[in-house]
Each structure stands twice: as structure tokens, then as C-alpha cells.
């Protein structure tokens, strides 16, 4: 009987404590939609604690930046034009309308890989076509340019490697090494 009794005891405590745990969780239901809330979602509404991008003003800072490394680099006037087609050749592509969910799904899993072969292959001409622009004013530039171009582009890279990680893993932390036995 004393079994009994504990194992009664234990599941009833168990019980109380899912009860307790769930109860949050059952206080929150869903209102019913609205003609506001079905016609129309808010880019900030997306996520919670998504932020909408600033396009202005992070055009703004990148032609700040841009001023500031034309500035360090020191160009002259024979250098002007190239700098100009540098700067054109590497302004990010538009972005290509993305497929929605819903069409993506209607897609087989062959035609999903033909979609992302296909947007990679774009991806990878941009970034050729960025590398090529690159090289090409790089080899323009004196010797001294060359090494202030390095630095500064260098810098960007370090940036970029702070905030996220070594490989481009947001937020994540370097793993420590292991000692070897």
C-alpha cells in the first residue's frame, strides 16, 4: 500500500508540475484574425525583434566609406576614371525576386535544385565580375596605393570576421582547441 501510495503521490506531483509549466502556454491563445492583420504584414511585424533595413542610410554609410578609401588611396587625376569604373563594376547586383514559399513547394525536388543551381551560377558570374573589376584598378595603383588598398580592404575583412565568426557563423564563438594527449 505504502507503493501505491508514493507512486500516486509522484505522478500527482508530476501532473501538477506539466499543469504549471503548460498553463502559460494554454493563456496564450491566438485572437481572431482581422481584416488589418489578413491584408497586410508590417516588414518590422516578420520576426519578433526584426528590424526593417534602412536602404537610405546604409547607402549613406557606404558612400561615406567610399569616400573615405577613395581619400586614403589618393588617386590622381589619371586614376579617377578607373576608380569611377571600380566602383560601378562592384555595386551589388539587384536582388531577384525571390520565389514565394508557396511556389517553391509546388516545385519537385529536381526543379528545386535547377532553381538554386541556377541562382548560385548568377551569384558566382556577380562575384566574378567583382573580382575582375578588382583586379584590373588594382593593378592601376602605385605600389603605395597597392598597400593602402590592402590594408583597407583588409580591414573590411576583419570586421566581417568579428561579427560573424571565422567562418561567417553568426554569433557563434570560435571552438577552443583541444590539448593535445
Known sequence: ???????????????TVFAALAMPVWAQTPAAPTAATTTAVEPAARAPGHQPRDHAAHGKRMAEKAQKFQAALQLTEA????????REAIK???HAKRMDRESFAKLTTPQRIDHMQQQRTE??????????????????????????????????????????????????APAAATPAR
Do not use: C, V
Not at 79 to 86: C, F, R, T
Not at 134 to 148: D, I, R, S
Open 1 to 15: 500500500m505504502a507503493i501505491f501510495q508514493r507512486t500516486l503521490t509522484a505522478t500527482a506531483a508530476a501532473a
Open 79 to 86: 586614376q579617377q576614371a578607373g576608380w569611377n569604373s571600380y
Open 92 to 94: 551589388p547586383a539587384p
Open 123 to 172: 551569384r558566382n558570374a556577380q562575384a566574378d565580375r567583382r573580382a575582375q573589376a578588382t583586379k584590373a584598378f588594382y593593378a592601376t595603383l602605385t605600389p603605395t596605393q597597392q598597400k593602402t588598398f590592402d590594408e583597407q580592404t583588409l580591414r573590411h575583412g576583419k570586421h566581417h570576421a568579428k561579427r560573424h565568426g571565422p567562418h561567417g557563423e553568426h554569433g557563434k
